[in-house]
C-alpha cells in the first residue's frame, strides 16, 4: 500500500526557515519522480517543485525559485522540501505527491498519490 | 506557461443529475490532463489521466473527454459521495498546473 506521511509543518515568522519531510512506503520510491504542491487557506492547488526518481531533474515554481529546495535521501525513503525566506503568501498546506512514471507522459506523468499534507502559517 | 480556466467554478446539482465541468488549456497539452477530485480537508484523489483514462477503482460514471484544448469531466449520474471539488491538471510540461476548481454543490 502507497504511503506518503509529511511533517515538519509548523507555526514560522517571516523570513524564517523551515524543511518539511516525506516519509514514503509501499512503491520503488527511487524509480518514481515526486513532488510538493501547496494549498493556500480556501484556495486552489499550486505546484511547487518536482524532482525525478534518479534526482537528475529537478524543477521549482518560480514563486519559490531561490528560495525553497526539493531534495530526497534514498536510503531513508524521504523527499524533503527546504524553504528558506519564508513569506506570510507562503502559508498553506503543502502535499507530497507520487508522480507515478509508469503512467502515460513524457515531460511529466500523472500525480496519482498524494500524502495528507503538512501545515505551514508563515505569521509575525 | 499553460494556463488552465476551469468552468464552471462552482457548480448546483442534485442526487442523479448529469453534472459536466471543462477545462480550457492555454496552449496544446496533447493529452497530458488529469482531472483529480478534493473533500474538505482530505488530500486530492486522482480520477481520470491521459484526459480520458479512468484510474483503477474509480467508478465508471465518471468519465474524461478532450477536443483539442479543452477537456471535460463527466459525472453520469451524481451521487452524494460526488461532492467535492474538482481540478484539472496538465503533465506535459513544467511549470506543472492546475486549474482553479470546480465546487459541486448540493441543489
Not at chain 2, 38 to 45: C, E
Amino acid at each position: 500500500e502507497v504511503q506518503l506521511v509529511e511533517s515538519g509543518g509548523g507555526l514560522v515568522k517571516p523570513g524564517d526557515s523551515l524543511r518539511l519531510s516525506c516519509a514514503a512506503s509501499g512503491f520503488r520510491f527511487s524509480y518514481d519522480s515526486m513532488a510538493w504542491v501547496r494549498q493556500a487557506p480556501g484556495k486552489g492547488l499550486e505546484w511547487v517543485a518536482s524532482i525525478s526518481g534518479n534526482s537528475y531533474w529537478i524543477y521549482h515554481a518560480d514563486s519559490v525559485k531561490g528560495r525553497f529546495t526539493i531534495s530526497r535521501d534514498y536510503a531513508k525513503n524521504t523527499l524533503y522540501l527546504q524553504m528558506d525566506s519564508l513569506r506570510v503568501d507562503d502559508t498553506a498546506i503543502y502535499y507530497c505527491a507520487r508522480i507515478n512514471v509508469a503512467l502515460p507522459g513524457i515531460q511529466s506523468h500523472p500525480i496519482d498519490f498524494w500524502g495528507q499534507g503538512t501545515q505551514v502559517t508563515v505569521s509575525s | 506557461d499553460v494556463q488552465l480556466t476551469q468552468s464552471p467554478s462552482t457548480l448546483s446539482a442534485s442526487v442523479g443529475q448529469r453534472v459536466t465541468i471543462t477545462c480550457r488549456a492555454s496552449q496544446s497539452v496533447n493529452t497530458r490532463l488529469a482531472w483529480s477530485q478534493q473533500k474538505v480537508g482530505k488530500a486530492p484523489k486522482l480520477l481520470i489521466y491521459e484526459a480520458s483514462i479512468l484510474e483503477s477503482g474509480v467508478p465508471s460514471r465518471f468519465s474524461g473527454s478532450a477536443s483539442g484544448t479543452e477537456f471535460t469531466l463527466t459525472i453520469s449520474s451524481l451521487q452524494p459521495d460526488d461532492f467535492a471539488t474538482y481540478y484539472c491538471q496538465q503533465y506535459e510540461t513544467y511549470p506543472l498546473s492546475f486549474g482553479g476548481g470546480t465546487k459541486v454543490e448540493i441543489k
